[in-house]
């Protein structure tokens, strides 16, 4: 019962006050755009470590997004005249077309200068990638065999032989014409006779479901446009969800047995509710998944029976979320129901699933996270987060007792690894952080013990200090600052320093290994990461304490986070960089326009920087559905005016900036980037206003060229 997901940033280099943007063109081939101010600046070299490609992976609302969730429309000014209509729309595609090949010609100029540095780096990280590539691929492990995905293929291997290289190849995405996607989520049937997989392109919302015939010579039975999740109910039958214009509202059944064909079987009819589907760890049930960011509703397909029609669990109620698994004729249900406001697990008999029959079996502690969660025959494991240490809660149903065992203290994100068996008496997953390459662990529940798993060796520094901070905010409220730094580091007041912020749909930081971070960790750099309102670090709670009327919060803890970094010696401003993806783009677009002394650059991935235009467009297909995340500010006035307070893009004004460096993508249907342009028009237009008025006195030199 997978919570959320993760996505990568790209890694590039800044200097001076330069605003770039990178893209796509439509040919699929990356293009970059600088939009560079012709000021010198003093010396600093930036390093944006966000990762490397896009990659979009989508996620239900009611599993809360790593990244702004929204689409939008270009549009010219409407005219009665329908010959001036199109006139006006030819200007703004026109004008649109000039300024992107004005700053491809820009940062075409400006990136030269950097060659050298970026060779470098470039071939460090390449030697960083030869250790780490094969350290962490998930595995799904079916009794005596094992599935995993490296590299665009899919392998079976027998469990013993999986790490002696003795594999089968089941699928690989160029062989099959599929050159260019990954892959996304793979799905065996029972019997083993059929796998799903999901592939997708980086540049496109659009995934698609290949179903796999297997054996001695896997054949390729069906091709699905357009999926976002898909499970089997039986051998030979799958349920998937459709997805258009970003969202999942309709859900299908479609057979594999000699009499082969496809229906409609549930259709969300409200444009606020998103619909996936899961299948419960015994396999007794298929659950059709209805979740809105505050909201869901569950109905049960019996896998004994999936041609029947499906049934609910319990009718939506405003405010509440519920997750379904199943163990021994009862419903175990993961939910917010009842006070604290935070997730509980209940259990119901299946025949009277109505929240009147939910029994508390286990209630988290306050302020803890919950990351997951996974059923077996006689246990359940919590995969949990409190005061930015990991651990789990081990349910024993047979002794009715639950052991807390503590994971190691380095570890920042779990993975766990898929074993359709729910008889199993192991748990296997994986834990990460910034700087440590996946490790493989298992829990036996019959040994009652954690086993780190013998993998190859991997030679990663072992000299990375983790700290663990608390900075105090505006409000007295304590907010968690996780630090890596190189332990052989001297004077680090004098270090670079690199924060990361996000702050938004209960989403977590996303902490999982990436080699620039360890790259960056080497070259003598420090990592900060601001756990602030807004995101799920510290629970439901949290993330309620940082949205809708709230999200000032998250700018304060933000702000109070850097300064105590610097007053702790953490490097100090003018070494300082905060780097921002998607709806992180708020608070630190946000801090840009408030308290610009306390860093010396930005870095923006497709960054959410104008919040108020963008919720007043109610045509936007994900518009309604944010209502509960940012606000509604055409039916409140006083939400518009909260949101005009704290919106980066209605806050620029004439100052001092730091450097800026966005990336965005011309074809994503979430951020386009026209709007990105239109900030980075503004905030430099705004960098040079000061500038020119400061350079009469003299304290600034404009450079002409």
Not at 154 to 165: H, Q, R, T, V, Y
Not at 351 to 361: D, F, T
Not at 369 to 394: P, Q, R, T, W
Not at 518 to 524: A, C, D, F, Q, S
């Amino acid at each position: 019962m997978k919570v959320r997901t993760s996505c990568v940033g790209l890694q590039n280099l800044l200097q001076g006050l330069s605003f770039c943007v990178r893209y796509y063109f439509r040919h699929n081939h990356l293009q970059t755009t600088c939009l560079y101010s012709k000021i010198k600046p003093k010396k600093c070299h930036i390093l944006d470590c966000s990762g490397s490609t896009c990659t979009h992976v989508t996620v239900p609302p009611g599993s809360i997004l790593p990244w702004r969730f929204f689409s939008c429309k270009q549009e010219g000014t409407k005219v009665p005249s329908k010959r001036k209509q199109n006139t006006s729309i030819t200007s703004s595609e026109l004008s649109y077309k000039n300024l992107r090949k004005s700053e491809q010609e820009n940062w075409n100029d400006i990136s030269a200068r950097y060659k050298a540095m970026t060779k470098r780096i470039k071939e460090k990280l390449e030697e960083l990638h030869k250790y780490t590539f094969n350290s962490g691929s998930p595995r799904i492990r079916f009794g005596e065999n094992v599935y995993f995905e490296e590299n665009g293929c899919i392998f079976l291997s027998k469990a013993d032989d999986a790490d002696e290289g003795n594999v089968d190849i089941l699928f690989s995405t160029e062989d099959l014409g599929f050159s260019g996607a990954f892959i996304q989520r793979i799905r065996i049937s029972p019997d083993q006779r059929y796998m799903a997989i999901s592939l997708k392109s980086e540049n496109s919302e659009d995934a698609t479901c290949v179903i796999v015939k297997l054996g001695h010579f896997p054949v390729v039975e069906k091709v699905i446009p357009n999926v976002f999740s898909f499970e089997w109910a039986t051998n030979d039958v799958l349920y998937y969800t459709s997805q258009k214009n970003l969202k999942c509202q309709n859900v299908f059944m479609t057979t594999f047995s000699n009499q082969k064909y496809t229906k409609l079987v549930y259709t969300e009819q409200d444009a606020r509710f998103f619909v996936d589907i899961y299948c419960t760890k015994d396999r007794r049930f298929l659950t059709i998944n209805s979740n809105s960011k505050t909201t869901s509703e569950v109905w049960l397909v019996d896998c004994r029976h999936p041609f029947k029609l499906p049934a609910l669990v319990q009718a939506r109620t405003k405010g509440i979320i519920y997750h379904i698994e199943h163990r021994n004729d009862e419903l175990y249900i993961l939910t917010t129901y009842g006070e604290p406001a935070e997730y509980k697990l209940m259990k119901a008999p299946v025949a009277s699933s109505g929240m009147e029959n939910w029994q508390l079996v286990y209630a988290l502690e306050e302020k803890t996270k919950l990351v997951d969660l996974e059923m077996f025959s006689d246990h359940c494991i919590m995969f949990l987060k409190n005061a930015g240490h990991l651990y789990l809660s081990v349910i024993s149903f047979v002794s009715h007792s639950v052991q807390s065992i503590k994971l190691p203290t380095w570890a920042c994100e779990f993975e766990l690894e898929s074993h359709p068996e729910h008889t199993t008496g192991t748990c296997y997953f994986q834990l990460t952080s910034p700087v440590h390459p996946p490790k493989h662990f298992a829990y036996s529940f019959k040994e009652n013990n954690l086993i780190e798993q013998a993998v190859q060796e991997v030679p990663i520094i072992t000299n990375c200090h983790t700290t663990r901070l608390l900075a105090k905010s505006k409000d007295e409220t304590l907010v968690p600052i996780t630090v890596f730094h190189n332990m052989n580091s001297k004077e680090l007041h004098r270090k670079p320093l690199l924060v990361h912020v996000y702050g938004a749909y209960g989403i977590d930081l996303n902490m999982s290994f990436k080699e620039e971070k360890l790259m960056l960790i080497e070259e003598g750099w420090i990592l900060a990461y601001c756990h602030v309102r807004g995101g799920g670090e510290l629970g439901l709670s949290w993330h309620k304490d940082g949205c809708q009327h709230n999200k000032l919060k998250g700018l304060h803890d933000l702000k109070a986070c850097i300064t105590l970094l610097h007053e702790l010696g953490f490097s100090q401003p003018k070494y300082t960089a905060l780097a921002a993806a998607s709806a992180g783009g708020v608070l630190a677009g946000a801090l840009c326009n408030t308290d610009p002394e306390l860093i010396r650059a930005m870095v923006l991935q497709a960054p959410f920087v104008d919040v108020l235009n963008t919720m007043m467009k109610t045509h936007l297909p994900l518009t309604i559905e944010e209502q509960e995340e940012w606000g509604n500010p055409l039916a409140d006035e006083k939400c518009m005016k909260y949101i005009k307070s704290y919106c980066p893009y209605q806050n620029i004004k004439t100052q001092c900036y730091p450097s800026v460096f966005i990336t965005a993508y011309e074809n994503d249907q979430r951020i386009p980037l026209t709007g990105i342009l239109q900030y980075v028009q503004k905030l430099r237009k705004a960098a040079l206003d000061h500038t020119s008025r400061t350079s009469k006195k003299g304290t600034t030199e404009i450079l002409a060229g």
